[in-house]
T-cell receptor, first 112, second 112 residues
């Protein structure tokens, strides 16, 4: 079935260090992998996405890598800052559909 | 340019009642999806509509229904409300075909 697994569920990193969140997906037909950031009480916001025809994409301090063979993708945040504290969700589109299925989320704490 | 707008923002209903939630997508977006987010969990896919046709349905009971209008706005209807239906209901729109979703601020439904 359609499934996106995400880990860890909680991650604490020192300010300035890097954070890595990993996800796996079950449907090999998936070809679109977005990442969303959700701050407390707010809507999820798209921060970066990657398609299956590329292996890595970077946007300033945020990067996403994709391993199609292993069916996993990761979010990398470098030089973390207090405003990076939030819940991060990975997602994938099963069956190359327009719909996307979310992981359970990772709560990221940036420690001062 | 307005983002995705949802109404109402908050709603309190009694068990057994019916509720209608509304969503207006970003201008030009033809795809609208509905998600349920329970506190502490990732958004769960309910429905996806594209060009007024249902493109996908998640694992939700028949009490949940939706439709999309010619102007691409959408309604989510839930009949015979249960306590477990209490959640944040998010609407998201996109151009379709794997483009990133933009979420509305959601409707927080409380069933008492």
């Amino acid at each position: 079935g359609e499934n996106v697994e995400q880990h860890p569920s909680t991650l604490s990193v020192q300010e300035g260090d890097s954070a890595v969140i990993k996800c796996t997906y079950s449907d090999s037909a998936s070809n679109y992998f977005p990442w969303y950031k959700q701050e407390l009480g707010k809507r999820p916001q798209l921060i970066i996405d990657i398609r299956s025809n590329v292996g890595e994409k970077k946007d300033q301090r945020i990067a996403v890598t994709l391993n199609k063979t292993a069916k996993h993708f990761s979010l990398h945040i470098t030089e973390t800052q207090p405003e990076d504290s939030a819940v991060y969700f990975c997602a994938a589109n099963p069956n190359r559909d327009d719909k996307i299925i979310f992981g359970k989320g990772t709560r990221l704490h940036i420690l001062p | 340019d307005a983002g995705v707008t949802q109404s109402p923002t908050h709603l309190i209903k009694t068990r057994g009642q019916h509720v209608t939630l509304r969503c207006s997508p970003i201008s030009g977006h033809k795809s609208v999806s509905w998600y349920q987010q329970v506190l502490g969990q990732g958004p769960q896919f309910i429905f996806q509509y594209y060009e007024k046709e249902e493109r996908g349905r998640g694992n939700f009971p028949d009490r949940f229904s939706a439709r999309q209008f010619p102007n691409y706005s959408s309604e989510l209807n839930v009949n015979a409300l249960l306590l477990g239906d209490s959640a944040l209901y998010l609407c998201a729109s996109s151009f379709g075909d794997g483009y990133g979703y933009t979420f509305g601020s959601g409707t927080r439904l409380t069933v008492v």
